[in-house]
T-cell receptor, first 111, second 117 residues
Framework: EDKVVQSPLSLVVHEGDTVTLNCSYE??????LLWYKQEKKAPTFLFML????IEKKSGRLSSILDKKELSSILNITATQTGDSAIYLC???????????FGDGTTLTVKP | EAQVTQNPRYLITVTGKKLTVTCSQN?????MSWYRQDPGLGLRQIYY???????DKGDVPEGYKVSRKEKRNFPLILESPSPNQTSLYFC????????????????FGPGTRLTVL
């Protein structure tokens, strides 16, 4: 059975801090790993990672996959209160349509 | 506007009363999926569909049915809802073409909050 584990489950920081969110995966016939941000509504897409060592960046957010370690990290620099959300990681299986999500990391950024 | 729509957005019902939650996408996506989200449990996949007339179980299919008669629609059916199906439900779709095509991004509907009394 595929499994995705995120850590920490929750995190409280102050504006300006840098945070690193972790995602480890055990996915049969791994295809890709996706990161989403969820505020009080539907998840919105952040990054898709398929290759090890290639960093994806978007503004203050960046993410990288380590295929050897079966893990990924999501970095947020100079955090803002608007970054407060649940961050979800999902592992996708090649041979089927299965998508396995982690339980999410709840990030709270205090002013 | 490219989007995934779900109806209803909110529903309160009683145990045993059959209900259907509709999901529709206008992006010509082949892949569609249903998830439920409960506090502290992330998203759990209920059913997915790789294409018309092709559906398969996710991790938590018990008590649910789906159908995919048309590409754009993927309704979720609860034949006899029970209180443990009280949850937030999301429908999602993606192109999901070949490996490495970069088409795995799933676009989510706004969610349906279901309460079964």
């Amino acid at each position: 059975e595929d499994k995705v584990v995120q850590s920490p489950l929750s995190l409280v920081v102050h504006e300006g801090d840098t945070v690193t969110l972790n995602c480890s995966y055990e996915v049969t016939n791994f295809r890709s790993l996706l990161w989403y941000k969820q505020e009080k509504k539907a998840p919105t897409f952040l990054f898709m990672l398929t290759s090890s060592g290639i960093e994806k960046k978007s503004g203050r957010l960046s993410s990288i996959l380590d295929k050897k370690e079966l893990s990924s990290i999501l970095n947020i620099t100079a955090t803002q209160t608007g970054d407060s959300a649940i961050y979800l990681c999902a592992g996708l299986n090649t041979n089927a349509g299965k998508s396995t999500f982690g339980d999410g990391t709840t990030l709270t950024v205090k002013p | 506007e490219a989007q995934v729509t779900q109806n209803p957005r909110y529903l309160i019902t009683v145990t045993g009363k059959k209900l259907t939650v509709t999901c529709s996408q206008n992006m010509n996506h082949e892949y569609m999926s249903w998830y439920r989200q409960d506090p502290g449990l992330g998203l759990r996949q209920i059913y997915y569909s790789m294409n018309v007339e092709v559906t398969d179980k996710g991790d938590v299919p018990e008590g649910y049915k789906v159908s995919r008669k048309e590409k754009r629609n993927f309704p979720l059916i609860l034949e006899s809802p029970s209180p443990n199906q009280t949850s937030l439900y999301f429908c999602a779709s993606s192109l999901r073409r070949g490996v490495g095509s970069g088409t795995d991004t799933q676009y989510f509907g706004p969610g349906t909050r279901l309460t079964v009394l």
